[in-house]
Antibody, heavy 117, light 107 residues
Framework: QVHLQESGPGLVKPSETLSLTCTVS????????WSWIRQPPGKGLEWIGN???????DYNPSLKSRVTISVDTSKSQFSLRLNSVTATDTAVYFC???????????WGQGTLVIVSS | DIQLTQSPSSLSASVGDRVTITCRAS??????LHWYQQRSGTAPKLLIY???SLQSGVPSRFSGSGSGTGFTLTINNLQPEDFATYYC?????????FGQGTKVEIK
């Protein structure tokens, strides 16, 4: 059974960098893509971007200038960095595994990140 | 970006009812359309992938259909645990986008 767990600070100051890590257990990261998705409180889902186990990435153009996703298969982890955050980046951040043409079959439980001074 | 429009945005239904949710894409996405269920305070759960394939472990009362620009999620014999918000997602092109969600509430 694949298990994903997000970790990182729950509070980030405006203009600083949001950093989260997703730890994958129960399955190898090899041959899969891995995504970050977020959900502002009370709102819908937004795909942030994904990374292949080998390191190639694809980002949402609306966030591309501020986002970096990286992977460390030796630790079974992939990470999200979002810089120059504002209050609009306040959201629950989910990590997920991608299958085939892109659907997400396993999700982490999500972690709430609040941007506030 | 490809826009996905779900209808209705919310609905009230009773246990045992049949519920239909529609997702319309702003351009053709072939069959690259997937459905998720999200209960309050939890992560989304994959129900249907590639428009009509039932994810392993998901009850057969859930079904999906459609291709191109029009898609449907049907829930037969609605159960108490089905009251949740449902999202469609397209993965035909970047950025992947989600519909705005349909909240299924108890009548």
């Amino acid at each position: 059974q694949v298990h994903l767990q997000e970790s990182g600070p729950g509070l980030v100051k405006p203009s600083e960098t949001l950093s989260l890590t997703c730890t994958v257990s129960g399955y190898s990261m090899s041959t899969y893509y891995w995504s970050w998705i977020r959900q502002p409180p009370g709102k819908g889902l937004e795909w942030i971007g994904n990374i292949y186990y080998s390191g190639s990435t694809d980002y949402n153009p609306s966030l591309k200038s501020r986002v970096t996703i990286s992977v460390d298969t030796s630790k079974s982890q992939f990470s999200l960095r979002l810089n120059s955050v504002t209050a609009t980046d306040t959201a629950v951040y989910f990590c997920a595994r991608d299958r085939s043409t892109g659907w997400h079959d396993y999700w982490g439980q999500g972690t709430l990140v609040i941007v506030s001074s | 970006d490809i826009q996905l429009t779900q209808s209705p945005s919310s609905l009230s239904a009773s246990v045992g009812d049949r519920v239909t949710i529609t997702c319309r894409a702003s351009q053709t996405i072939k069959s690259h359309l997937h459905w998720y269920q999200q209960r309050s305070g939890t992560a989304p759960k994959l129900l249907i992938y590639a428009a009509s394939s039932l994810q392993s472990g998901v009850p057969s009362r859930f079904s999906g259909s459609g291709s191109g620009t029009g898609f449907t999620l049907t829930i037969n014999n609605l159960q108490p645990e089905d009251f949740a918000t449902y999202y469609c997602q397209q993965t035909f092109s970047t950025p992947r986008t989600f519909g705005q969600g349909t909240k299924v509430e108890i009548k």
